[in-house]
Antibody
């Protein structure tokens, strides 16, 4: 079955960088778009970014464009999210999610999330 | 910027039927928005209920259904159970690869 396991979260100082990973299994990773979504403590879900099956197309929420970079390693079945110049408002649980197919198809399967806390 | 709207809260009696909606601050929701619905209980990851308007995700009971009602997407729960008490989120495709979640609806079953 589809499994998505996020890692790389932790406590980070403001201004630093962090790379999150999402290890995928149970499906042909290289054939599907992949999303990142975050949820600040006590808040709702916020869509962050999506990447196409081959990495050629990437789209970002306005709130993160320019600081976040989504990428993927299809040979490693792994999705990544590089976060630069971290801010306290980036504190959230970050989820990866498999798209139903392409970047224009909805989020279908979710990981359990990894918590990023930005604090000095 | 377009905002996706949901009822902040809703209450339903056990066994009752409730319809949650997902709209746009400007414009109408259509199947081209690929509306999808997610259920989340505290401390847990979201669970996909419905995607592409009305496709039920694997393992989701048939008491959950999705549709377009007027100018909004809708999630209907028929025969609500206590276990359905959760937060429900919709997401819409906005074009140019951008997706936006609604603020979520807190459903109480009592």
């Amino acid at each position: 079955q589809v499994q998505l396991v996020e890692s790389g979260g932790g406590v980070v100082q403001p201004g630093r960088s962090l790379r999150l990973s999402c290890a995928a299994s149970g499906f042909t990773f290289s054939s599907y778009g992949m999303h990142w979504v975050r949820q600040a403590p006590g808040k709702g879900l916020e869509w962050v970014a999506v990447i196409s099956y081959d990495g050629s197309d990437k789209y970002y929420a306005d709130s993160v464009r320019g600081r976040f970079t989504i990428s993927r390693g299809n040979s490693k079945n792994t999705l990544y999210l590089q976060i630069n110049s971290l801010r306290p408002e980036d504190t959230a649980v970050y989820y990866c999610a498999k798209a139903a197919r392409t970047v224009t198809t909805p989020l279908q399967y979710w990981g359990q999330g990894t918590l990023v806390t930005v604090s000095s | 910027q377009t905002v996706v709207t949901q009822e902040p809260s809703f209450s339903v009696s056990p066994g009752g039927t409730v319809t949650l909606t997902c709209g746009l601050s400007s414009g109408s929701v259509s199947t081209s928005s690929y509306p999808s619905w997610y259920q989340q209980t505290p401390g847990q990851a979201p669970r996909t209920l419905i995607y592409n308007t009305n496709t039920r995700s694997s393992g989701v009971p048939d008491r959950f259904s999705g549709s377009i009602l007027g100018n909004k997407a809708a999630l209907t729960i028929t025969g609500a159970r206590a276990v359905d008490e959760s937060d429900y989120y919709c997401v819409l495709y906005m074009d140019s690869g951008i997706w936006v979640f609604g603020g979520g609806t807190k459903l109480t079953v009592l």
